[in-house]
């Protein structure tokens, strides 16, 4: 068994190696400043200590308090997704979708979990998801809306969206307004600052574009959740540099200095960063 990190914005190489049933691995931090130059070496030190197939990682850098973080094996992944409570519905949805190609565009259980309790805390009524594939993530959230609430779904492919639809109108959730269209649309008729939770999950270039929309359609007090922000690790390799890759550093970066919203990043699924729209 090995074990690799990526903690905090900084990617840890591996300087030693195991012992019998035991892994106890020390790592160098490198820093990426302000988000743009890997390279220099900080004086930080993580310390993951894995014994069969769990991890505990322990910051020793004084700024982080030797806090203990868990690293999600797939042990440990296993017991969170026991503590998911997935609706029948939702779990035939998912696993259809399996089968599908492009199935790894499609949310985990945990990750719709917590966008249906955002969706319940903010006492939605009015929310828009923009990339909804075959609609796991979409349902989990109609789902919790009240009966009058409304759901605007925006997605390109029609086949994956003719999934989405028959299991809409199984769970009984078609009334609720799903419809498809798109966000300058819904501004042109006059609907800016009246939704109150938006989820996107779509061309990951187009980030930006879909945040400043959504900004003008979202109440505030109102909610945005990004997914795919720590993008299967690739945006603390420095070694990377393709273009999505980098427009999502970019989005983050751009977020981090962006005032109009209150962020966390949180390391659920892909990564998700949920705004709070000041």
């Known amino acids: 068994m090995t074990c690799s990190a990526i903690h905090g914005g900084w990617a840890f190489v591996p300087l030693s190696s195991s012992v019998p049933s035991r892994l106890c691995t020390r790592y160098i931090a490198f820093t990426r400043p302000n988000g743009r130059l890997f390279g220099h070496q900080k004086s930080l030190s993580l310390t993951t200590h894995c014994l069969g197939d769990m991890a505990v990682t322990i910051a020793s850098d004084y700024t982080y308090g030797n806090k203990q973080v868990i690293s999600v094996t797939p042990r440990i992944y296993d017991y969170l997704l026991t503590n998911v409570r997935e609706p029948p519905i939702l779990r035939e949805l998912r696993e259809e979708t399996a089968a599908m190609r492009g199935s790894q565009m499609q949310v985990s259980p945990d990750q719709a979990q917590l966008l249906a309790i ?84 779509a061309e990951k270039r187009m980030y930006q574009e879909y945040f400043e929309l959504l900004l003008k359609l979202v109440r505030v007090g109102g909610v945005i959740v990004i997914d795919n922000v720590l993008w299967h690790g690739k945006v ?22 962006d005032q109009r919203v209150s962020i966390s990043m949180v390391p659920v699924g892909d990564g998700m960063t949920i705004c709070r729209k000041r």
């Open 118 to 201: 955002l969706v319940q805390i903010l006492g939605a009524k009015r929310c828009i998801e923009v990339g909804v594939y075959t609609g796991y993530s979409s349902l989990a959230v109609a789902l919790v809306l009240p009966e009058s609430g409304i759901l605007v779904a925006c997605e390109r492919d029609k086949n994956s969206l003719e999934v989405a639809k028959r299991y809409y109108d199984r769970a009984g959730v078609s009334h609720k307004g799903l419809a498809v269209d798109t966000l300058k649309s819904l501004l042109e008729n006059g609907e800016g600052c009246s939704y109150d939770f938006a989820f996107v999950d």
């Open 236 to 257: 603390a390799d420095p070694l990377l540099n393709d273009k999505k890759t980098e427009s999502i550093r970019s989005f983050n970066r751009a977020l981090m200095d």
